[in-house]
T-cell receptor
Framework: DTGVSQDPRHKITKRGQNVTFRCDPI?????LYWYRQTLGQGPEFLTY????????KSRLLSDRFSAERPKGSFSTLEIQRTEQGDSAMYLC????????????FGQGTRLTVV | SQQGEEDPQALSIQEGENATMNCSYK?????LQWYRQNSGRGLVHLIL?????REKHSGRLRVTLDTSKKSSSLLITASRAADTASYFC????????????FGKGITLSVRP
């Protein structure tokens, strides 16, 4: 257990529905990342936060994706109008402040869009 | 886009043998990190090497970094069946607020 928790662990949804995932990072970590991973691939960067500020969002991310980190604590990732291509593992990672720090990953949320 | 590219894509060895995995990247970096992922699980950090370091050890792990060639290698000595997993290199580019970017990974199988 890395101390980063994600909820739910699995989500099956019908195409066109909205889904929301939650990540609770390690409490003293100020950086939080979201990644997406498909089978046989490495984690693909989606977005990241430093405290409550969203510093970067991948250009690959459509407007259907939005993330928040209110008060710099937990974060949510919402996907609107899901498509089958959104099926993937969504990973959250948190980092301590400062240079050269490692990522602590949650177990991920596996999304299946049917 | 993915910054690092690992080589080989898959590696199968006998228990007790050493496993060497390579990673190449494209831009200047602050550090390079190696992670491990067991099937269907989250990633676990293994080792971090800073851009001004050339070699680092942690238990059975040895990582090297050659910034002139923009490459790194991860050596696992005396492999065990439990080392079977996917291994990813990740780089943090130079500059403030730089994100951590992963390669596609190497699948390591260690036969008992």
């Amino acid at each position: 257990d890395t101390g980063v928790s994600q909820d739910p662990r699995h989500k099956i949804t019908k195409r066109g529905q909205n889904v929301t995932f939650r990540c609770d990072p390690i409490s003293e970590h100020n950086r939080l990342y979201w990644y997406r991973q498909t089978l046989g691939q490495g984690p693909e960067f989606l977005t990241y936060f430093q405290n409550e500020a969203q510093l970067e969002k991948s250009r690959l991310l459509s407007d259907r994706f939005s993330a928040e980190r209110p008060k710099g604590s937990f974060s949510t990732l919402e996907i609107q109008r899901t498509e089958q291509g959104d099926s993937a593992m969504y990973l959250c990672a948190s980092f301590r402040a400062g240079m050269d720090t490692e990522a602590f990953f949650g177990q991920g949320t596996r999304l299946t869009v049917v | 886009s993915q910054q690092g590219e690992e080589d080989p894509q898959a590696l199968s060895i006998q228990e007790g043998e050493n496993a060497t995995m390579n990673c190449s990247y494209k831009t200047s970096i602050n550090n390079l990190q190696w992670y491990r992922q067991n099937s269907g699980r989250g990633l676990v950090h293994l080792i971090l090497i800073r851009s001004n370091e050339r070699e680092k050890h942690s238990g059975r792990l040895r990582v090297t970094l050659d910034t002139s060639k923009k490459s790194s290698s991860l050596l696992i000595t005396a492999s065990r069946a439990a080392d079977t997993a996917s291994y990813f290199c990740a780089t943090e580019r130079t500059g403030a607020n730089s994100k951590l970017t992963f390669g596609k990974g190497i699948t390591l199988s260690v036969r008992p």
